[in-house]
């Protein structure tokens, strides 16, 4: 490379920079996956489920606060997003169940890319369509009903930085 230009010599040491960066990224998120992995089979055992919202919630508050530099706390919160999504992933998955392509993508959006989204439009949401699609959570708009489940957290979602939210519920079958 010697005809590179000063700045091309920068740019191509600071992209080697960053590959070297990616390597140790990926080291540790296969160390955090192997611990989310023990922490799956202990649910498993204890007949707990995968997806428990106050801890991914306190992991997304604790790393907003952390120094993040020049990345936005809506960056790093997209990254955990995903790396929490990763991480139910090695506890076995998660498993929605929507009734349109609205309540697909905001489920997606909200819990990630290794979330498996079973999209079944006729369905009525209640208990025996979870255990039919062998789902543990429905995802519904909230103004629509389901039976038999509880809500268990609502969130706003939008397709579109400029299109108004819609509210979202997050239901499972009864506990009580």
């Known amino acids: ?42 649910k498993r055992k204890n007949g707990e489920a995968v997806w428990v919202p106050q801890r991914e919630e306190q992991v997304l508050a604790r790393v907003t606060k952390l120094p993040h530099g020049h990345l936005s706390k ?7 997003r995903e790396v929490l999504s990763a991480g139910r ?31 079944e439009p006729s369905v009525v949401l209640n208990s025996q369509a979870l255990i039919k699609a062998q789902a543990q959570l429905v995802v519904t708009p909230s103004d629509r009903e389901t ?16 299109l108004a939210a819609k509210e979202f519920s997050i239901c499972a079958v009864s506990t009580v």
Not at 23 to 31: A, P
Not at 74 to 80: E, L
Not at 90 to 118: H, M, N, P, W
Request: net charge negative; proline share 3%; with cysteine.
């Open 1 to 42: 490379m010697p005809n590179q230009t000063p700045s091309e010599q920068q740019i191509a040491q600071i992209r080697a920079r960053i590959d070297d960066i990616d390597l140790t990224l990926v080291k540790l998120l296969v160390e955090r996956a192997a611990l989310t992995h023990q922490i799956g089979q202990n």
């Open 74 to 80: 809506r960056g790093i919160r997209a990254v955990f």
């Open 147 to 162: 039976y038999e489940l509880s809500t268990l957290k609502k969130f706003e979602f939008s397709p579109a930085e400029n």
């Open 89 to 119: 992933e090695t506890q076995g998955g998660l498993r929605v169940l929507v009734q349109d392509l609205e309540s697909a993508a905001a489920s997606k959006a909200y819990f990630g890319e290794c979330t498996e989204i079973i999209i």
